[in-house]
């Protein structure tokens, strides 16, 4: 089995105080470019959508083609930086990342803008496992522990930084804003990698995987492609059901091809240790359900509320004030009570935030959406930190970077179908929910108005004067159907999950990390 992320054999080189401190700090900044690419687009959809006249597929796809690219890549290149020079694919990396956002600050129309994001999830891939394996060789054991702390700190941290960071933009310039804070951030952390980052490398790699890195790809690529373009054309096409049955094929195939390998990317006999099976079943659900919740609910904010990009972002609020606090105790809370206790009261809170979200109406009540928001923050806290412990509890110390790959991957790829799977639900519920209005609009406009809501705050429909006002009125009430639709679904999946986590989790769990890769546990995603 090959870990992904593990030190290096040779001992960590000899680096002054100064010199670890800076090169957390690059570290750390490099990493905040990578999340905040996922959660702050979201807050940039609708007006993205409105000048760029993309339909609920196409945003979808602007969000989903980085986070697919970014998880189908995730354990490859964390061991083509093993084995190339960690610094050197760090800096390749951040320059791909900084170039590909630059194309998409002057993209002019919504395929252009997917490609460039696939492009930048290239780059992230080469960015993320990288950081973690920076630490691991540059930190004394001694200090090891701490730098990985803030390493996972960074890592949640930065969803909900991106989402201000974005909401405060978008108050003052548009949409194309966002990809120069992007570019702003790459170009960054690329001129302080040259400056600080120690080179490193594997004295002794095994050789790289090649088929499992192109399986994992097109296993992660075809299913997500083919959910969403299923749902996009009623499952008329055969194209979308091809490439689904050739992701779900590839997906077997990855585990039979790994099943024979010494060393591979990742051992799929792994996932038959009760701690890591579960852990990352439950990660992955509970990113499925907390990144479609963003995907949805911010848009919801702003096309159905009305509220401007920065407020909706403040609407979120709530959730790091509850969910840090609480994700910090959560282990010594399973601990005490057991993890097939702990975990799945926390998939059922957050099945509870969303059966709340049902009673929402058109006319906004922040108290509905607020008290719905704690319980969610409160199950997200009580099921992601004590998997993640269990996880990294699950290996011996030698298997570390093997438990940080499962976590990564776990979480990337749930956040990928969450946004393909409810993204393709609202699609479809509003799609429907505008069907009968739009039958008595002229062609184009129908087709318009059927592919997204934003088409209904454009200056072409306020033209129309009262009869905008049926038009949109069907429209808002559509998306709320679909948001709320697929907010139950997420709800559904939550709880079935919350079974099988009682049924076949890890009885106990140990509060104190006992490795670098534990002590990454307080804070998630």
């Known amino acids: 089995m090959r870990p992904t992320t593990a030190p290096t054999a040779t001992p960590a080189p000899a680096l002054t105080p100064r010199r670890r401190r800076l090169i957390l700090l690059t570290v750390a900044l490099s990493l905040m470019t990578v999340v905040s690419a996922v959660s702050g ?8 959508a409105r000048d760029l006249g993309a339909t609920q597929t196409e945003l979808t796809w602007i969000v989903d083609a980085y986070t697919v690219v970014f998880a189908g890549l995730l354990l490859a290149a964390g061991a083509i930086g093993d084995r190339l020079g960690r610094k050197g694919i760090l800096m390749v990396g951040l320059a791909l990342f900084g170039a590909a956002a630059v194309g ?8 252009t803008l997917i490609v460039l994001r696939a492009v930048m999830g290239i780059g992230a891939a ?8 920076v630490i691991t060789t540059s930190f004394p054991p001694a200090e090891r522990g701490k730098a990985v702390g803030v390493w996972v700190g ?9 989402l201000f960071g974005s909401g405060l933009l978008l108050e003052f310039f548009d949409w194309h804003s966002f990809f120069w804070l992007n570019v702003t951030l790459a170009v960054t952390g690329l001129i302080l990698s040259a400056a600080v980052i120690p080179p490193s490398r594997d004295a002794h790699p095994p050789r790289f995987d090649t088929p499992a890195a192109l399986l994992s790809l097109v296993a992660v690529g075809g299913i997500v492609f083919g959910i969403i373009e299923i749902a996009a054309t009623d499952a008329e096409e055969p194209g979308p059901k091809v490439a ?17 390998r010494r060393d591979a ?3 799929p006999r792994l996932f038959l240790v009760r701690g890591l099976g579960a852990g990352s079943l439950v990660l992955t659900v509970q990113f499925f359900a ?16 009305e509220l401007s990009p920065l407020m909706a972002a403040v609407c979120l609020l709530p959730l790091p004030f509850v969910m840090i606090p609480l994700a910090r105790n959560a282990p010594r809370i399973a601990e005490r009570f057991g993890y097939r206790r702990v975990v799945p009261l926390g998939l059922v809170l957050m099945a509870g935030r969303f059966a709340i979200m049902s009673f929402l109406e058109v006319d906004f009540l922040y108290w509905v959406f607020a008290l719905g928001l704690v319980v969610f923050a409160a199950g997200m806290a009580l099921a992601g930190t004590p998997s993640t412990t269990v996880i990294t509890q699950a290996l011996p110390h030698e298997k570390q970077g093997v438990a940080s790959a499962v976590n990564d991957l776990s979480r990337e790829f749930g956040s990928a179908l969450g946004i393909a799977v409810l993204g393709s639900v609202l699609a479809d519920v509003y799609r429907t929910g505008v069907a009968d209005v739009a039958v008595g609009l002229s062609g184009p406009a129908a087709e318009a108005v059927e592919g997204s809501i934003a088409f209904t705050q454009s200056p072409m429909v306020a033209q129309w004067g009262a009869a905008a006002e049926p038009v949109i009125a069907a429209a808002r009430q559509a998306f709320l159907d679909g948001t709320t639709t697929a907010l139950l679904v997420a709800a559904a ?22 490795s670098p890769a534990a002590a990454a546990v307080a804070v998630p995603d």
Request: hydrophobic share 65%; charged share 10%.
């Open 126 to 133: 080469a960015i993320m496992p990288t950081t973690l394996s």
């Open 154 to 162: 960074v890592a949640g941290s930065g969803a909900v930084l991106g």
């Open 290 to 305: 907390a990144f479609g919740f963003f995907f949805t609910a911010l848009q919801y904010l702003q096309f159905v509320v």
């Open 265 to 267: 990317l990742l051992d």
């Open 104 to 111: 998409a600050a002057f993209a002019a129309d919504p395929g």
């Open 41 to 48: 687009l979201n807050v940039a959809l609708p007006s993205l």
């Open 493 to 514: 999946v939550l709880v079935v999950t919350a079974v099988v986590a009682a049924i076949v989790g890890p009885r106990h769990v140990r509060a104190e990390a006992e």
């Open 244 to 260: 689904l049955a050739v992701g779900l094929a590839a997906a077997v195939a990855f585990v039979l091809w790994e099943l024979r």
